[in-house]
């Protein structure tokens, strides 16, 4: 009998797991979800009968035949201040047309959702000028003409201890956002992009109020607490998932779920040869270098930095070392502490793509950054460190065997993942001097990263989630 491949195997054990909805839920979502759960909520309980049998659908071309097709829950006419929004489909994949001019609820909650959510947001306007779109936004979100209600930098915190030092200021957030779904006029749709607790909670307020509910950038079910697989198949119409293996894991529940390409797969890119992009930082034109990629929120850099600094402190003379800034961090604290390590680095700011193009080795904090360094095909060893109480628990809840998105998705060890007490300033610069000396081991990772670049792109992946959530407007 053929031996399956390690991905292979990996892969159909998340799926099967995942499948019988085996897990925990909990988290925010139950305290913020203000109300009953849309399954024990006799109003709403008839709009999706238990047992019911639900098939995938597929609409225009994005594939599937028309018989036997099921309208997803939120494919109908939506009502809007006693406006309806009707929608008209022409020939060909993305000929959708809305009559009349319809409110769109954006939510996002950290800086990469800011960036999927103005992606979206910029197709689906380029395609409906009309739309009004506002939301829980962030600077790209906001560039991209999506008004405020919510800034997400009220929004952004990351692990147990860290939500709950922000209870306040979030639990704020969360009752302005519901007061905008229960608004009068309401939303003719809510879009919710990642922020999982948060935006589960907020779904059961839309499901209450009858507004369509689409979900892009699935929370991580397949990787910790799996409960919530049945939540959000209860109070979501439509997911649209960023990875092909997550396509499975919701179409066996019955949810409506499509993979239309990782947006970032095309907007990830270098735009400047790695001897200008050096050139441009101040940077030498030859020799290794090496970029420090610490989080993109303040408490993750605040716990990663340091260590960073240290691994450069170690590494000294065998390579040039360039910090990246992430939008909002204080670029001033960064360069204190810099000052204060004594090492030699260099501050870029809005240049990352080109800066980790040019590098020879990245060390990363775990998040979507890893992704983008995979995209680019640069060795990195993926770092986190958290506090303690939000450590312990994580650990408790994790079903996989990897933290890094770029092993997860090739299913195999590709980067070296250094998390918590692993997380050394010794054991950093060791795997990046590997890189550095080993320049077999380097050629490798680039081929499975390259892989992995292959499997995410799908040519116009924002405007093709962006005819999925207007086809929701219908």
Same mark, same amino acid.
């Not at 399954?39 to 995938?56: C, I, L, N």
């Not at 066996?252 to 797969?265: K, Y």
């Given at each position: 009998?053929?031996?399956?491949?390690?991905?292979?195997?990996?892969?159909?054990?998340?799926?099967?797991?995942?499948?019988?909805?085996?897990?925990?839920?909990?988290?925010?979502?139950?305290?913020?979800?203000?109300?009953?759960?849309?399954?024990?909520?006799?109003?709403?309980?008839?709009?999706?009968?238990?047992?019911?049998?639900?098939?995938?659908?597929?609409?225009?071309?994005?594939?599937?035949?028309?018989?036997?097709?099921?309208?997803?829950?939120?494919? !109908?006419?939506?009502?809007?201040?006693?406006?309806?929004?009707?929608?008209?489909?022409?020939?060909?994949?993305?000929?959708?047309?809305?009559?009349?001019?319809?409110?769109?609820?954006?939510?996002?909650?950290?800086?990469?959702?800011?960036?999927?959510?103005?992606?979206?947001?910029?197709?689906?306007?380029?395609?409906?000028?009309?739309?009004?779109?506002?939301?829980?936004?962030?600077?790209?979100?906001?560039? =991209?003409?999506?008004?405020?209600?919510?800034?997400?930098?009220?929004?952004? *915190?990351?692990?147990?201890?860290?939500?709950?030092?922000?209870?306040?200021?979030?639990?704020?957030?969360?009752?302005?956002?519901?007061?905008?779904?229960?608004?009068?006029?309401?939303?003719?749709?809510?879009?919710?992009?990642?922020?999982?607790?948060?935006?589960?909670?907020?779904?059961?307020?839309?499901?209450?109020?009858?507004?369509?509910?689409?979900?892009? *950038?699935?929370?991580?079910?397949?990787?910790?607490?799996?409960?919530?697989?049945?939540?959000?198949?209860?109070?979501?119409?439509?997911?649209?998932?960023?990875?092909?293996?997550?396509?499975?894991?919701?179409?066996?529940?019955?949810?409506?779920?499509?993979?239309?390409?990782?947006?970032?797969?095309?907007?990830?890119?270098?735009?400047?040869?790695?001897?200008?992009?050096?050139?441009?930082?101040?940077?030498?034109?030859?020799?290794?270098?090496?970029?420090?990629?610490?989080?993109?929120?303040?408490?993750?850099?605040?716990?990663?930095?340091?260590?960073?600094?240290?691994?450069?402190?170690?590494?000294?003379?065998?390579?040039?070392? =360039?910090?990246?800034?992430?939008?909002?961090?204080?670029?001033?604290?960064?360069?204190?502490?810099?000052? =204060?390590?004594?090492?030699?680095?260099?501050?870029?700011?809005?240049?990352?793509?080109?800066?980790?193009?040019?590098?020879?080795?990245?060390?990363?904090?775990?998040?979507?950054?890893?992704?983008?360094?995979?995209?680019?095909?640069?060795?990195?060893?993926?770092?986190?460190?958290?506090?303690?109480?939000?450590?312990?628990?994580?650990?408790?809840?994790?079903?996989?065997?990897?933290?890094?998105?770029?092993?997860?998705?090739?299913?195999?060890?590709?980067?070296?993942?250094?998390?918590?007490?692993?997380?050394?300033?010794?054991?950093?610069?060791?795997?990046?001097?590997?890189?550095?000396?080993?320049?077999?081991?380097?050629?490798?990772?680039?081929?499975?990263?390259?892989?992995? !670049?292959?499997?995410?792109?799908?040519?116009?992946?924002?405007? !093709?989630?962006?005819?999925?959530?207007?086809?929701?407007?219908?």
């Amino acid at each position: 009998m053929p031996q399956r491949s390690d991905r292979a195997t990996t892969r159909s054990r998340v799926v099967a797991g995942l499948a019988d909805g085996r897990g925990v839920s909990g988290g925010l979502s139950d305290r913020f979800s203000d109300g009953r759960d849309r399954g024990r909520d006799p109003r709403v309980r008839g709009r999706r009968p238990a047992g019911r049998s639900d098939q995938v659908v597929c609409h225009g071309g994005a594939g599937g035949s028309a018989a036997g097709r099921r309208r997803p829950r939120g494919h !109908r006419r939506a009502r809007d201040g006693g406006t309806y929004h009707r929608l008209h489909r022409g020939p060909g994949f993305g000929s959708v047309v809305i009559s009349d001019i319809a409110r769109v609820l954006i939510i996002a909650g950290e800086p990469s959702g800011d960036a999927h959510a103005a992606r979206l947001a910029a197709a689906m306007k380029a395609s409906e000028p009309r739309l009004v779109l506002t939301g829980a936004t962030g600077p790209r979100m906001r560039q =991209a003409g999506v008004g405020t209600i919510v800034d997400i930098a009220d929004l952004s *915190v990351m692990g147990f201890a860290e939500v709950l030092g922000g209870a306040g200021r979030v639990a704020r957030c969360y009752r302005r956002l519901r007061a905008a779904i229960r608004s009068d006029p309401r939303p003719s749709l809510l879009v919710l992009v990642d922020f999982p607790d948060f935006n589960i909670a907020l779904a059961a307020v839309a499901r209450r109020a009858r507004i369509p509910v689409l979900y892009y *950038v699935s929370p991580q079910v397949w990787a910790w607490r799996r409960g919530r697989i049945a939540k959000i198949c209860r109070r979501v119409d439509r997911m649209i998932v960023l990875f092909p293996f997550e396509e499975e894991i919701y179409r066996s529940r019955g949810l409506d779920a499509r993979f239309v390409g990782h947006p970032l797969a095309e907007d990830v890119v270098a735009d400047a040869a790695p001897m200008v992009t050096r050139a441009r930082h101040g940077l030498p034109a030859e020799g290794p270098l090496v970029a420090l990629l610490p989080g993109s929120r303040k408490k993750t850099v605040a716990h990663n930095l340091p260590i960073l600094l240290d691994a450069a402190r170690r590494l000294g003379s065998k390579a040039t070392y =360039a910090l990246a800034v992430a939008p909002g961090l204080d670029r001033a604290a960064l360069q204190a502490a810099v000052s =204060a390590s004594g090492v030699a680095v260099a501050l870029v700011e809005d240049d990352t793509y080109n800066l980790v193009a040019a590098s020879d080795a990245v060390a990363v904090s775990s998040g979507t950054a890893t992704v983008e360094c995979a995209l680019l095909g640069r060795p990195m060893v993926v770092v986190y460190r958290m506090s303690a109480v939000t450590y312990v628990i994580a650990r408790g809840l994790v079903r996989v065997p990897y933290i890094a998105m770029p092993n997860i998705i090739l299913g195999e060890s590709v980067v070296p993942e250094l998390i918590q007490t692993a997380m050394t300033g010794e054991r950093v610069a060791a795997e990046l001097a590997h890189f550095l000396d080993d320049a077999d081991a380097s050629v490798r990772v680039r081929r499975r990263l390259g892989e992995l !670049r292959r499997s995410l792109v799908v040519p116009g992946a924002a405007d !093709r989630a962006a005819v999925l959530a207007l086809e929701m407007l219908g």
